[in-house]
C-alpha cells in the first residue's frame, strides 16, 4: 500500500510540477503582444488581427487553447476572433461543440456585418464535431489532420490569404484526453509552417487539472478567465523550445544565406519552399516572397526524376545528382548539378539542396565533343595509318586506314591492345623500342615500313 501511495504522490508532484510551468504572461489592455514567428514563416509578414485584446496580434502557425465555463464566453472570444479572419480574406472554419451550427451563424449575424455576403462567398464554415472529428463515430487523428490540410489546399485555391479555425474538445471525456493531447502535439507539427491560425477549445469545469495540464501543454498559450477577466497563460517550456528551435533555424538560414550558390531549404513531405538565399533568387528569377508560397515541383522539369531523389535523401542519405533540368519564372529550362542533404529542424526533417547552373559547362562539354568528332572525322579520312599509344604502347586511337590495314572491322576493335597482338615478336619489339624512343627523347623518328 505504501507503495502505492509513493507512486501516487510522485505523479502528483510531476503534474504539480508540469502546471507551474505555466504561468501568467505580463500585459496591459489593448497592448500588442507579438508572439514568436513560428519555423519557416516569413517573419516580414503582417501579423494577423484576433480582436482580443489580451491576445493581441499572432502569426501565421499560432495554435491556442481557450478554457471557457459558459457558452457566452465561447461567444465573447470567437466571434471577435472570426470577425477578424472574414474581414482580412481568410476562410474561417468553426467546429462547434455545446453551441449548436445556428446558435454560432446568428452569433455571428448579430456582430459581422454583411454575414450574408460572407456566406455568399463560401468564406464562413460551421461544422458540428461529429461530422469532422468523427468517421464511423471513431476519432482517428490521422484522417483528422489530412482534412485541416486539404482544408488550407481548397482555401489557396479559391484566393484566401489562409484558414482561421476554432475546434472544440469539450465533446471528449476525461478518458480521451492522453489521445487528444497527442493528437494536439500532431497539430502542432502540422500548422506551425502553414498560414493556419487555431483555437482549440475545452470546458474548464468538466476535467481534472491534470487532464487540463496534459492538453494545454501542447498550445503555445492559453486563454483562461480569472476573477472575470481574460488573461493568457504562456507554456513556459514551449516558448524556452521555441527560443531554441529559432536559434536553430537561424543558424541554418545564416548558412544558407551566405551560400555562394544557390540553396534552398523545402519540405520533403509537402514540398513547400522554406528558405531560399539571394543566389537561388537570382537563378531562377523569383523573389524570396514568391518561393515561399511556391513548392520544389514548381521548378523542376523533370518531376518523376526528382521525386524519386527526394524520397531518397528524405531517408537521410546525402547525394550528389550531376544534372537535372530545372525550370525559371521566365519558362526557361536549364541545367543543374545538386547536392542534397538533409536536417533536422526542431522536429521536422528538411531538405537543403544546393543547385549550381551548369549551362556554361555543357556547352564547354559539347564544343569538346564537336571539337573532337570533327578530328576524328578529319583524321578517319587520311589516306595514310594514323593511331595514338600510351607510354606502355597501348592503343587509344586509330583511323580507319589502320582499321583496314589490320583487317579489323571497326577503328574500336584495336583500342587497349599492343603491336604483339598484331605483330609476331620480332616486329612487335622493332616498334616497341622505336616509340619508346620517340617518348624519351621527344623527337621525331621517321620510319620506313620494309
Not at 484522417?143 to 475546434?167: C, D, M, S, Y
Not at 475545452?202 to 478567465?225: C, F, P, R, T, W
Not at 531554441?244 to 519540405?267: G, W
Not at 559547362?361 to 572525322?377: F, V, Y
Request: charge should be neutral; proline fraction near 4%; glycine fraction near 4%.
Amino acid at each position: 500500500m505504501d507503495d502505492a501511495r509513493k507512486r501516487l504522490v510522485e505523479q502528483i508532484r510531476i503534474q504539480r510540477s508540469r502546471f507551474e510551468k505555466l504561468k501568467p504572461a505580463k500585459t496591459q489592455h489593448n497592448q500588442t503582444q507579438q508572439s514568436p514567428t513560428p519555423p519557416g514563416v516569413d517573419s516580414t509578414q503582417v501579423l494577423r488581427e484576433t480582436r482580443l485584446d489580451t491576445l493581441g496580434p499572432a502569426p501565421w502557425g499560432a495554435h491556442f487553447c481557450l478554457l471557457y465555463e459558459s457558452e457566452q464566453d465561447l461567444i465573447d472570444v470567437l466571434v471577435p476572433y472570426f470577425k477578424a479572419g472574414l474581414e482580412n480574406n481568410e476562410l474561417c472554419v468553426w467546429i462547434t461543440g455545446p453551441l449548436s451550427r445556428k446558435e454560432a451563424r446568428e452569433a455571428l449575424k448579430r456582430t459581422v456585418p454583411d454575414f450574408k455576403e460572407f456566406q455568399r462567398k463560401r468564406q464562413i464554415e460551421i461544422i458540428t464535431h461529429a461530422d469532422w472529428y468523427l468517421k464511423d463515430n471513431t476519432f482517428n487523428p490521422k484522417i483528422v489532420l489530412e482534412k485541416w490540410v486539404q482544408k488550407l489546399n481548397h482555401a489557396r485555391t479559391k484566393g484566401f490569404t489562409g484558414i482561421r479555425v476554432t475546434g472544440d474538445g469539450s465533446v471528449f471525456e476525461e478518458q480521451d484526453l492522453r489521445a487528444l493531447a497527442e493528437y494536439e502535439k500532431q497539430v502542432n507539427q502540422t500548422i506551425c509552417n502553414s498560414r493556419i491560425i487555431s483555437i482549440c477549445t475545452y470546458q474548464s469545469d468538466k476535467y481534472s487539472a491534470v487532464g487540463l495540464v496534459e492538453v494545454v501543454s501542447n498550445h503555445q498559450s492559453a486563454i483562461v478567465k480569472r476573477q472575470g477577466k481574460w488573461e493568457v497563460v504562456e507554456n513556459t517550456g514551449r516558448k524556452e523550445a521555441q527560443e531554441a528551435l529559432r536559434e536553430s533555424e537561424e543558424k541554418y538560414r545564416q548558412v544558407v544565406s551566405t551560400t555562394i550558390d544557390a540553396a534552398m531549404l523545402f519540405d520533403p513531405e509537402t514540398r513547400k519552399f522554406i528558405e531560399v538565399n539571394p543566389a537561388c533568387e537570382k537563378l531562377y528569377g523569383y523573389t524570396r516572397e514568391e518561393f515561399l508560397n511556391l513548392r520544389q515541383t514548381d521548378i523542376t522539369a523533370e518531376p518523376q526524376k526528382s521525386d524519386e531523389s527526394i524520397k531518397k535523401t528524405a531517408k537521410g542519405k546525402p547525394h550528389k545528382i550531376d544534372l537535372r533540368y530545372h525550370r525559371k519564372k521566365d519558362g526557361i529550362i536549364f541545367p543543374v548539378e545538386i547536392s542534397a542533404s538533409t536536417f533536422k529542424l526542431g522536429a521536422k526533417t528538411v531538405v537543403c539542396c544546393v543547385i549550381r547552373d551548369i549551362t556554361e559547362r555543357i556547352h564547354a562539354q559539347e564544343a569538346l565533343n564537336n571539337e573532337h568528332n570533327l578530328l576524328r572525322t578529319l583524321v578517319d579520312n587520311l589516306p595514310d595509318a594514323v593511331y595514338i599509344k600510351d607510354t606502355k604502347g597501348r592503343f587509344l586511337l586509330g583511323n580507319a586506314e589502320l582499321a583496314r590495314r589490320f583487317n579489323l572491322e571497326n577503328t574500336q576493335d584495336f583500342t587497349g591492345k599492343t603491336d604483339y597482338d598484331f605483330f609476331d615478336k620480332e616486329q612487335a619489339d622493332i616498334c616497341y623500342e622505336a616509340e619508346q624512343k620517340v617518348m624519351k627523347s621527344g623527337k621525331p623518328l621517321l620510319y620506313k615500313e620494309q
